[in-house]
């Protein structure tokens, strides 16, 4: 499960636009990424590695994010 608010403040963080991240992960829309970050679809495997090399993100960071058992999703 996603931890929506470790990946938002990530995000954040990186200074990047959702438009950009959206091009560069090959996502068709922002609906689609919204509902994966906010834990109502989920991230493909290859979508994670993606998203961690977008964001720069190591090891201990993408098990945070991506593999919290107890993350809830925090809608915006």
Do not use: V
């Not at 990946?7 to 992960?25: D, T």
Request: aromatic residues 6%.
């Amino acid at each position: 499960m996603t931890n929506t608010e470790l990946l938002q403040k990530e995000i954040e963080r990186s200074g990047m636009k959702i438009n950009a991240i959206l091009r560069l992960m090959n996502i068709g829309s922002y609906s689609t990424l919204r509902a994966k970050i906010e834990n109502r679809s989920e991230f493909s495997a290859s979508e994670i590695t993606r998203l961690c090399e977008i964001l720069d993100l190591d090891n201990d960071q993408r098990e945070a994010i991506f593999f919290a058992a107890d993350a809830e999703s925090h809608s915006a």
